[in-house]
């Protein structure tokens, strides 16, 4: 387990749903919890990350989002974007922090002094995980929090700054590896992960997803989306409805993912491993139980892909932890499967 006690300074305290002011939902308790299951299990050791450079940064995310978050350093309090301008002749100044909507697509995600940080430890956990792989360990998993999958070139949403599935799948490329699937089984479709590599044939993006007509982040997430120009085919979003229990999403990931990374060929995997399909989470409106996530992982386990599992959404704190011990161990149980 990849993890940095800075991590936790970051402490968002509320969003807006619909015009309610409501408690934030990703909260340090999330990564507590994790942390607190995974070290009582001697399988997991938890590890501290090196810093990450900037540069690695640079290569995925726009200069301008970055020099926005730099300037978030200052702050004394949390800010919320409230004016989100679209289309041509609009200009942004990341120097103005009035102007921070421009690199932001929801209402949900604060910016304050200590999220910056917090960002760059969940990234550079994610991208040691990585490099782990990359050097021939079979697993490796990366608690990184505030998660990523939400995360586009140059906007940040969803509780999302950096996107470090991107980041792993980037460090593994460098690395060597020819190409990288990310399979993304968060309960929301990973919009920003799909836009990063939506023209890349070298890195596969598959999403499982609630149906974006119901649920966030609404406007993507779609079957008809599958990448454009020579990235065209190299995205696939399986969108399904709420309820789905644990019978029916291990039947997806045979029937509809499986075969798909199979012909794709990737010399390692990308596990965007949200934890909000979970039949008791607070915004997911899945079925799934604690051990339906172990089965979920000792499948995706058993297709015996080097993983990098990299934490992403999650919301029901008490029991997150069990439930992140329960997807690493059936995962590690699956890979070990003689094949
Ligand atoms: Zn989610």
Redesign the pocket.
């Known amino acids: 387990m990849l993890f940095h006690s800075e991590q936790l300074l970051f402490k968002p305290r509320y969003e807006w749903a619909l015009g309610e002011r409501i408690d934030h939902p990703e909260t340090t308790a999330r990564a507590e919890s994790i942390v607190h299951a995974l070290s009582e299990d001697p399988l997991f050791e938890l590890w501290q990350p090196p810093a990450l450079p900037a540069a690695h940064l640079r290569g995925l995310h726009a200069p301008s989002l970055l020099h926005l978050y730099e300037k978030t350093v200052a702050l004394q309090d949390d800010l919320y974007p409230t004016v989100f301008p679209r289309g041509d002749g609009v200009r942004a100044d990341p120097d103005n922090l009035h102007h921070a909507g421009w690199w932001c697509f929801d209402a949900g995600t604060p910016l304050n002094g200590q999220m910056w940080s917090a960002a760059r430890w969940s990234a550079a956990a994610a991208v040691e995980a990585a490099r782990r792989i990359s050097q021939g360990e079979g697993l490796a998993y990366s608690l990184s929090r505030p998660?990523g999958?939400h995360a586009t070139r140059d906007r940040f949403g969803?509780y999302c700054y950096l996107n470090n599935g991107a980041l792993a799948a980037r460090t593994l490329r460098k690395a060597g590896a020819r190409k990288v699937a990310i399979l993304d089984i968060?309960?929301?479709h990973g919009n920003g992960t799909q836009s990063l590599f939506w023209r890349d044939p070298s890195v596969l993006t598959v999403s499982v997803h609630a149906d974006p007509r119901t649920d966030?982040p609404y406007y993507t997430g779609f079957p008809e989306e599958r990448g454009a120009g020579r990235g065209e085919g190299f995205n696939l979003n399986l969108c399904e409805e709420r309820g789905c229990d644990g019978t029916r999403y291990r039947q997806i990931l045979q029937e509809q993912v499986a075969p798909v990374l199979r012909a794709f060929e990737p010399a390692a995997l990308i596990l965007a491993a949200?934890l909000?399909t979970y039949r008791l989470d607070p915004?997911?409106k899945f079925e799934l139980t604690t051990d339906d996530l172990r089965e979920v992982g000792e499948l995706i386990g058993s297709w015996g892909y080097p993983t990098v599992a990299v934490q992403?959404?999650?919301y029901h704190s008490a029991h997150l932890g069990r439930n992140a011990r329960a997807l690493l161990r059936g995962l590690r149980d699956g890979l070990s499967r003689p094949r």
Request: net charge negative; proline share 7%; glycine share 36%.
């Open positions: 998660p999958h969803g968060d309960y929301h966030f949200g909000d915004l997911g992403e959404g999650g």
